[in-house]
């Protein structure tokens, strides 16, 4: 016997039950149920028959919406890299004025995704980024910059790659 079969057979007896004792007050105190959910049973009883005592199959609950595609993830990318020490709340305002509605619990998810979850992360994006294109433009040396400020960043497989360009520039 299935939960369902002894859900439906409960509710058949607790019907049962107040016709037997002819007080429906008293076969819901027994039963341990409200009356207005003995009248809700009773309804689906008259309606439809033993078979609308069924519990009834809710469909499924609408969860989170489907990904971002790809344009808006790099929208959603550049603007962040674009104002690096901004919050999540602000850059969500930003890209609702460039016609990119997301809840700034989406921009951080993004931005976590792709390893620029927090602002260390994106300032050490751009000096990378400068220091690869345009040279260093700061004093400090590369390898200093990079432990100083995060050294549990260096370990993180995204900006692996930007410590150790960093270092082979300053080596060399």
């Not at 690869?132 to 692996?160: I, K, N, Q």
Request: glycine share 8%; proline share 3%; aromatic share 6%.
């Amino acid at each position: 016997m299935t939960l369902e079969d002894k859900v439906h057979a409960f509710r058949l007896r607790v019907l049962r039950r107040a016709t037997e004792l002819g007080n429906v007050s008293a076969a819901c105190r027994e039963a341990g149920i409200s009356r207005t959910m003995f009248y809700r049973w009773r309804k689906r009883f008259v309606l439809y028959g033993s078979d609308g005592l069924h519990p009834r199959q809710t469909g499924e609950r609408g969860g989170r919406p489907s990904q971002l595609s790809a344009t808006d993830e790099r929208k959603i990318v550049a603007v962040a890299l674009a104002w690096p020490t901004w919050g999540p709340g602000r850059l969500s305002l930003q890209l609702a004025q460039h016609d990119l509605v997301v809840s700034s619990t989406t921009v951080w998810r993004a931005l976590r995704r792709v390893g620029l979850g927090t602002r260390v992360e994106r300032l050490l994006a751009l000096e990378g980024h400068t220091a690869a294109s345009a040279g260093l433009l700061t004093e400090r040396t590369p390898d200093a910059a990079c432990h100083e400020r995060a050294p549990v960043m260096c370990r993180r497989r995204s900006l692996v790659s930007l410590c150790a360009s960093t270092r082979s520039t300053s080596a060399g």
